[in-house]
């Protein structure tokens, strides 16, 4: 069974060049399984979508007591324009490493990696749901290159540090119905959706965002189709985490972190853990968050998933320095550390590219 974001033709936008399907637990692109034919270390390859977590792409703050903690050093100043500008400078360089895909999000991540308190206000939504043209004409620019280069970005909606941005559920639903049409009018049919980012966290404001409701988002995402075309969506957890039941029967594929799973054992464990679940059926397993790396030794997260069948995600969160990471802002969007070096030439090894 084919489960794929191609069907009828959109009248109000011209059909992208780049297109993702589901074949059972296979990800195809332009009709063609991922990596065709490619095994590495005796592990089958094709079919997977080594990706990395690259959110602050369309990053902007409208805190003017928080925004100049993301100034570039050689301005002092913060940039949204050159922050997406370099974005879509390095995409190439991701692609050529065999790296098909990246995680982008309407209200980022933490701009510190890991914080309790995030005042600042990075929203693509305004508090009705509604949609601020400034934030999708970066991610516009960004979706049209990754289409280009055939490659495939997971656009999530929601982040727990922001999601208190929107005023209830009538705002949490008309974000997701104008988020779907957008892409939909747009034409296009390389993105997968990420409906939240860690819903059972409990920094959630919205309930409806948590585990216990959010399929009823992830169904009026699904169901929001234009000429008979829709998107494919799931919804990612907290690392080390399983999917609830009621997510995973609602979701097109699975969404995991490897975040806090220091035994690569644990990350095998996952897989087939979340294969057990009554309402899992044949669908393809993502790992699109893991701050784990050891590329070079025989154990790894990376290596774990891999052996298991499922896609592996690098998140490398850095600090606000522009020499390290890729969360924190201002980002080096380039190869341009150690640690990034040494995942992207591991995946160029995994890959064949």
């Known amino acids: ?18 297109t993702i399907a589901i074949r059972q637990d296979q990800f195809l692109i332009n009709g063609k399984p991922t990596y065709a034919g490619r095994t590495f270390e005796g592990m089958k390859i094709e079919g997977l979508l080594l990706n990395t977590r690259m959110v602050q792409g369309i990053f ?20 949204a324009e050159r922050n997406v500008k370099e974005f879509l400078a390095a995409m190439n360089e ?18 510190e ?36 280069l055939g490659m495939i970005p997971v656009v999530g909606f929601f982040y727990f540090g922001q ?38 966290n409990r920094s959630y404001d919205h309930d409806i965002l948590r585990p216990n409701r959010i399929d009823e988002l992830i169904l009026l995402a699904r169901g929001t189709k234009l000429n008979g075309r829709g998107l494919l969506v799931g919804a990612s957890f907290n690392g080390g985490r399983v999917p609830a039941a009621n997510v995973v029967g609602a979701s097109d594929f699975i969404l995991m972190h490897g975040n806090g799973v220091k035994d690569p054992k644990r990350i095998g464990e996952m897989v087939r853990e979340v294969r057990k679940l ?21 154990a790894n997260n990376m290596r774990a998933a891999l052996a298991e069948y499922a896609s592996w995600g690098y998140f490398d969160p850095g600090k606000n320095d522009y ?9 080096n969007w380039g190869l341009n550390t150690p640690r990034k070096k040494q995942f992207f030439e591991f995946a160029k090894k995994v890959t064949g590219v």
Not at 61 to 79: A, I, L
């Open 60 to 79: 902007d703050d409208e805190n003017p007591e928080t925004v100049s903690r993301w100034k570039y050093p050689d301005t002092g100043k913060w940039d």
């Open 1 to 18: 069974m084919l489960r794929s974001a191609l069907a009828a033709p959109l009248l109000s936008a011209a059909p992208g060049k780049t």
């Open 278 to 298: 009554p309402t899992y059926r044949p669908m393809p397993v993502v790992f699109n968050e893991d701050d784990h790396f050891d590329f070079e030794q025989p």
């Open 113 to 148: 990696g890991y914080s309790k308190l995030q005042p600042w206000h990075n929203s693509a939504y305004r508090s009705d749901g509604s949609l601020k043209p400034a934030y999708m004409s970066r991610l516009e620019r960004i979706l049209d290159r990754a289409d280009a």
């Open 163 to 200: 999601d208190q941005r929107l005023e209830g559920d009538k705002a949490i639903r008309n974000a997701v119905e104008q988020s779907m049409q957008w892409l939909l009018k747009k034409g296009f049919r390389n993105v997968l959706v990420e409906l939240a980012n860690e819903c059972d």
């Open 323 to 331: 020499s390290d990471g890729y969360q924190c802002p201002p980002v």
């Open 94 to 111: 991701w692609k050529k490493h065999g790296v098909l895909s990246f995680t982008i999000c309407l209200q980022g991540g933490s701009p």
